[in-house]
């Protein structure tokens, strides 16, 4: 793969899409959640609301780990384009 922005023709990183830090917060989200509310709500036989909470944490983590973005393993930058392209080909022409 060749990467547009630092010109590095070489072998891409895998990276997860998303970022880490949102799902520790709806984890926790969750977590305050079911120890607070979910009591409440519980008692009066009301799970819809915990459900929505749960399912959001769960499907963005999933999410995660099955989008997978490719990305240079010099920059990190996902602009990367196949080393045989025309454009990576004579992108390195000028570069050499
Ligand atoms: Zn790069």
Same mark, same amino acid.
């Given at each position: 793969?060749?990467?547009?922005? $630092?010109?590095?023709?070489?072998?891409?990183?895998?990276? %997860?899409?998303?970022?880490?830090? #949102?799902?520790?917060?709806?984890?926790?989200?969750?977590?305050?959640?079911?120890?607070?509310? +979910? #009591?409440?709500? &519980? /008692? !009066?036989?009301?799970? &819809?609301?915990?459900? /929505?909470?749960?399912?959001?944490?769960?499907?963005? %983590?999933?999410?995660?780990?099955? !989008?997978?973005?490719?990305? $240079?393993?010099?920059?990190? %930058?996902? +602009?990367? #384009?196949?080393?045989? +392209?025309?454009?990576?080909? /004579?992108?390195?022409?000028? !570069?050499?």
């Amino acid at each position: 793969m060749y990467c547009n922005e $630092c010109g590095t023709a070489g072998d891409p990183k895998e990276k %997860s899409a998303g970022h880490f830090w #949102i799902e520790l917060l709806l984890w926790i989200q969750l977590l305050l959640w079911a120890v607070t509310a +979910s #009591i409440v709500l &519980t /008692l !009066r036989g009301d799970f &819809t609301a915990t459900l /929505l909470v749960a399912t959001a944490p769960l499907s963005y %983590s999933l999410w995660r780990v099955f !989008r997978k973005t490719k990305v $240079c393993s010099h920059c990190g %930058s996902s +602009s990367l #384009i196949s080393a045989r +392209s025309p454009v990576a080909v /004579l992108a390195q022409r000028v !570069r050499d």
